[in-house]
């Protein structure tokens, strides 16, 4: 899914808003955060505890934990008595209906109320979830779903469950921006484009446990992608009795994952309780995840990490400097995702202009953005569409097929812009609209470029600032000249990258086409040859900087404290993120 934030400045797809955890132990297993955190230790302390023994009375402890936060806390942010954790989501999900979601926000809630037929475990390995075994060859997978594994209303998930559930998300009707991810499944993409009727996707319950997908084409990764939450399963008879609103609040929806929603105020609270007809309860520990408060404040949530209403904060440049005085140890987690200036490419609308994308490119200086504007350790200037910890052939992608050399050339960007005036016939030209979130860092972000842009280039620029949900409308509708955007990784090869920008993907909000570019694409999906997929997906890098179709402005990272009692959370680029299912809290 696309990597949308609150705390940051991107919107596209898979919204990376959304509270942070801990990381979990370094690997290198398909995520590669094993990168981010090998040397650095993952588990920091935020502040020092004093040593206190067993016998403290409550009235102790509760002194304890006030003059550890800060003196207003009263200890709310982990409580062992109902093993309950409590937190804050920067944004509302804006889509808990697994064949429509898009985003961070919602994947993370869906990662820990539904499960598919596998997981990520804790050191980011794919284990089996609802399917126990299964076979992949180059034209097949079949998977053997265990006979334990249940829905919340105690009936049991069945092949039925995931073969409705796909043929939901490929159906056109559907307008799942997320079908593309099915394609891989035999006739995937001609029914999702209407042209194969719904009955002739390659997925076949062969009976209640045993579930065969033909594939389209051998895939070397098929296993990672069953684990994405476009492929969970969906209980028909329960979606076809929502009249059209499944997702829409906690009795909306069915759940076979580890937790279930319990108490849903839109746009306030979230709150989930442990499922007890899931299958593996007892590797739970958590009996309920409240995220009692909804903001994309990060002073407010810091305020409220520091009254003890919160386990974990996130920081940016400004709290950052206050967690520094505070003298708290930090944690660190970079979460694979890119982020960039979108342009739209539409032919109505002034960004079509190459001259004038290129002219923009040649001012825009992502060195300058992370290092004097964001000011936040873990973020790294943006190059590439591709991030550094993807794997190539024998290393990582990036040092085998580096980025195109970018240099700031305020001279050649008039030279362009010139051009673009006399193709365009416009002088001077009308201001471009500049789609933004609408938070402390996308408004920092987007009031620099705009400057940027006028002090270099003489454009205006108009920002049009919109919450979470409504700019990914706007951006799926188009309404932008250029938009502040971001990419997460779905799956664990540099493809959930590369093919971001195929003509046929619909999380490509900028409409850019372009054959070449497909056809490399084509080349990343059908070959399993190593050397040639990577050869693809550099020629698509050269392709994105050459043609301007996005400018990278950086690689995120993200600076947190957390409550010192909140033990097994897992970090992850790939997967549910943050993952509580093996939180635990430790005595005090």
């Excluded at 955190?37 to 993952?42: I, K, V, Y």
């Excluded at 390659?202 to 684990?227: C, M, N, S, W």
């Excluded at 079509?352 to 992502?366: E, G, T």
């Excluded at 002090?455 to 949900?469: A, H, N, P, T, Y």
Aim: zero cysteines; hydrophobic letters at 40%; aromatic letters at 10%.
């Amino acid at each position: 899914m696309s990597t949308t934030s609150s705390d940051s400045a991107g919107a596209s797809g898979r919204a990376v808003a959304g509270a942070v955890g801990i990381a979990g132990a370094p690997t290198d297993q398909g995520s590669g955060k094993g990168i981010a955190w090998l040397g650095e230790g993952s588990q920091l302390f935020i502040l020092s505890v004093l040593g206190i023994g067993a016998f403290v009375l409550l009235m102790m402890l509760l002194s304890f934990v006030s003059e550890m936060f800060g003196g207003g806390g009263a200890g709310e942010a982990v409580d062992p008595g109902t093993g309950t954790i409590t937190l804050a989501l920067s944004t509302e999900p804006p889509q808990l209906d697994s064949t429509r979601a898009t985003d961070m926000v919602s994947g993370q809630i869906l990662g820990h109320v539904m499960e598919g037929l596998v997981r990520y475990d804790e050191f980011n390995r794919i284990v089996p979830g609802v399917a126990e075994r299964w076979e992949i060859d180059e034209s097949e997978a079949v998977f053997h779903l265990r006979d334990d594994s249940r829905w919340s209303d105690g009936t049991p998930v069945t092949a039925h469950d995931f073969v409705f559930a796909w043929r939901t998300a490929v159906e056109p009707e559907t307008a799942s921006e997320y079908a593309f991810i099915l394609y891989p499944i035999k006739n995937a993409r001609a029914v999702n484009e209407g042209d194969l009727p719904v009955t002739a996707l390659g997925a076949t319950a062969v009976d209640d446990h045993t579930l065969a997908v033909q594939l389209e084409r051998p895939i070397g990764y098929f296993d990672k992608l069953v684990a994405f939450p476009t492929y969970y399963p969906i209980k028909q008879d329960f979606y076809e009795g929502r009249d059209g609103r499944y997702g829409a609040d906690p009795e909306d929806l069915l759940y076979n994952g580890p937790f279930a929603i319990e108490r849903w105020v839109h746009g306030a609270q979230l709150r989930m309780t442990r499922n007890d007809e899931y299958w593996a309860r007892d590797r739970i520990h958590l009996n309920a995840i409240d995220y009692a408060y909804i903001t994309s404040d990060v002073n407010a949530t810091l305020n409220l990490f520091k009254d003890g209403k919160v386990a974990i904060a996130s920081l940016d440049a400004e709290t950052l400097h206050d967690a520094l005085e505070q003298r708290w140890k930090l944690e660190r987690f970079n979460d694979g995702s890119v982020f960039f200036i979108e342009f739209n490419h539409r032919p109505e609308r002034l960004t079509h202009n190459r001259n004038l994308r290129k002219a923009i490119q040649l001012v825009v200086d992502p060195a300058e953005l992370v290092y004097k504007v964001i000011k936040l350790p873990g973020n790294t200037p943006g190059e590439s569409l591709f991030p550094v910890w993807l794997k190539g052939v024998n290393g990582y992608f990036r040092q085998e097929y580096p980025a195109p050399e970018h240099r700031v050339d305020i001279a050649r960007a008039h030279d362009y812009l010139t051009r673009a005036r006399q193709e365009l016939g416009l002088d001077p030209l009308p201001p471009l609209i500049f789609l933004s979130g609408d938070n402390p860092a996308a408004n920092k972000q987007s009031e620099y470029f705009q400057e940027v842009f006028a002090s270099r280039l003489g454009l205006e620029v108009k920002i049009d600032r919109q919450i979470f949900k409504q700019r990914l409308a706007k951006m799926t509708a188009g309404e932008f000249d250029m938009v502040l955007a971001g990419w997460g990784p779905d799956y664990a090869d540099p493809l959930t990258f590369g093919d971001l920008f195929a003509s046929w993907n619909k999380n490509n909000r900028g409409a850019y086409v372009n054959p070449e570019l497909d056809a490399w694409v084509e080349v990343a999906q059908s070959s399993l040859v190593p050397e040639e997929r990577m050869q693809a997906f550099d020629e698509i890098q050269k392709i994105i900087y050459d043609d301007a179709v996005i400018l990278p402005n950086y690689e995120r990272g993200s600076v947190f404290v957390r409550n010192p009692r909140l033990k097994g959370v897992v970090r992850r680029a790939v997967g549910t993120d943050p993952d509580y299912t093996g939180a635990y809290i430790a005595d005090g």
